[in-house]
């Protein structure tokens, strides 16, 4: 399997994540001017990409079979944390990526990071719903530190990211039950106890604030578009408002099987 990891040099996070890596050999290749580095972490090749873009509005991607962006993460309330997501838009656009479009993402590697980051950790890691481009059609997670320059340029930290994903890929991957989670608040506590310690695993996220704008195309987009397929859906019963209802109705027109979140989540 090949596997980018793309930093950007206009990030402090991401450049301070890239030190981790310092160790990749340097290729002859070049990717838009930079010199590529990888190593070989069987079965996986990695490779290790620096871009002068800002990650979320790239629109030139390294052919591979999984792209990990290195990022920083921002939060109004300035939360020490790690974060972890799939990129792309429910609704509008605003911060890169395209209108109504979700980018493909594997819902076992998103799991199997959450579960390393958590293990190496100096801070909480927790799950994000899907936001924010770039848009891509490579299945895609961004791996984050948040939230303030305090943090991203934490030397120790970078160095805690960059671990977590080289130990998560040495080992065999594990199969789970494919989930897509419907509702809830974008920082969601139940979502991250059923990622850490439950046999499914979470994919794409659907926020409350997003649930205005999912139909029955953007429901098939979300399936289609994780890279397992998906076998459940967990719904935030506690956490979808007015959209409660036509959610509801929704799935059971299209047949598709849900469960509620925070039965899991109490198991």
């Known amino acids: 399997m090949d596997i980018a990891l793309i930093c950007s040099l206009k990030d402090p996070a991401s450049v301070n994540m890239n030190h981790g890596f310092a160790f990749f050999e340097e290729t ?45 993460h921002r939060s109004k309330e300035n939360t020490p944390n790690f974060t972890i997501h799939a990129p792309g838009n429910w609704g509008k656009a605003e911060f890169g990526g395209q209108e109504g479009k979700l980018c493909p993402t594997s819902a076992f590697s998103l799991k199997s990071l959450f579960i390393g980051m958590s293990k190496t950790a100096g801070l ?23 939230s ?77 578009k994780t890279t397992e397929g998906i076998d459940v859906i967990l719904v935030d019963w506690k956490g979808m408002g007015e959209e409660k209802q036509r959610i509801l109705n929704l799935l059971d027109t299209m047949s598709l099987p849900y469960e509620r979140m925070q039965r899991i989540a109490l198991e």
Not at 47 to 61: K, P
Not at 127 to 136: A, I, M, R
């Open 28 to 72: 002859r290749e070049r990717f838009q001017g930079c010199l590529v580095y990888q190593y070989r972490l069987s079965p996986h090749m990695l490779r290790l990409y620096t871009v002068e873009d800002e990650l979320l509005s790239m629109a030139v991607f390294p052919k591979a079979d999984l792209l990990i962006f290195l990022s920083k």
């Open 124 to 146: 909480p890691v927790t799950l994000e719903p899907t936001h924010h481009g770039p848009y891509t059609e490579i299945p895609s997670i961004f791996v984050e530190i948040g």
């Open 148 to 224: 303030t320059e305090r943090e991203w340029s934490n030397k120790e930290y970078g160095a805690q990211i960059a671990e977590s994903i080289l130990n998560t890929l040495k080992n065999p991957a594990k199969k789970y039950k494919p989930a897509l989670l419907l509702g809830g608040l974008h920082y969601n506590d139940a979502a991250n106890k059923i990622q850490k310690n439950s046999g499914l695993a979470i994919g794409h996220i659907c926020p409350k604030y997003s649930l205005p704008y999912v139909s029955k195309a953007l429901l098939s987009q979300a399936i289609e």
